[in-house]
């Protein structure tokens, strides 16, 4: 009994070890079908600054059947949820909370587009991907510019990914020397995969640790499904 329990525990642990510790295959399991950058305008997300919606308080008309009447009921008819204690108050600290925030201009900067394709028979749930500009004649990378992404990618399926970043490839070439394409290069580079099964993917040489100020950042920060952060 002893030996077969022996058995048992050495035929798991790879598996679990395994299961835990990034693949680091060279080819990527998502092909990048298309990429490009251009310059761009980001305006403050407004779903950022919402204010959590309390619980409804419980009163006669939020039960089923007189909420399924009023499906009926003219546009712009009035929410009976808004003369209650919670719906001044929620009303009230909404009209607070938008005094107190400030005010945000535009940014100006560069997005960053690309599309893939998830090769994995799997769903990913997070990338990081980076677009590089480098030297064609001897691949000096001049620029990286990396981004993390929530996503929900499902098997044999493409999504196109945007990042914004203030940085842009002028901070190092110029754009009319890009348009030369025979004195620079662009390419994109998948680094980190994570998978809703819990396994990884991650690109040989590349290591999360040289993102991990950038990533502790961006986790702090308001974000919205599908949503793409510069690290």
Not at 54 to 75: D, G, L, S, W
Request: glycine letters at 6%; aromatic letters at 8%; one cysteine or more.
């Amino acid at each position: 009994m002893k030996l077969l329990l022996l058995f048992l525990v050495l035929f798991i642990l790879p598996t679990l070890v395994q299961t835990q510790t990034p693949a680091t295959d060279e080819a990527a399991p998502m092909t990048v079908a298309s990429y490009k950058w251009s310059r761009a305008r980001q305006a403050l997300d407004a779903r950022q600054t919402e204010i959590p919606v309390p619980v409804r308080q419980v009163i006669p008309q939020n039960k089923t059947f007189a909420r399924n009447a009023r499906i009926n009921e003219p546009r712009g008819a009035r929410d009976p949820n808004q003369d209650t204690l919670d719906g001044r108050s929620e009303a009230m600290e909404k009209n607070v909370q938008e005094a107190r925030a400030p005010k945000s201009e535009p940014r100006e900067g560069f997005s960053y587009r690309i599309k893939v394709k998830n090769g994995a028979k799997k769903i990913v749930e997070i990338i990081f991907w980076e677009y590089q500009f480098s030297e064609a004649e001897n691949a000096k990378t001049l620029a990286r510019r990396q981004f993390l992404c929530g996503v929900n990618i499902r098997p044999d399926k493409d999504k196109e990914l945007e990042g914004f970043s203030l940085a842009g490839p002028s901070d190092v070439v110029s754009v009319g020397a890009l348009a030369d394409k025979t004195r620079f290069k662009e390419n994109v580079l998948i680094n980190r995969i994570e998978y809703s099964d819990g396994s990884i993917w991650q690109r040989k040489g590349w290591h999360l640790a040289e993102v991990k100020g950038s990533y502790e950042r961006v986790l702090r920060e308001p974000w919205v499904p599908g949503q793409c952060k510069g690290l």
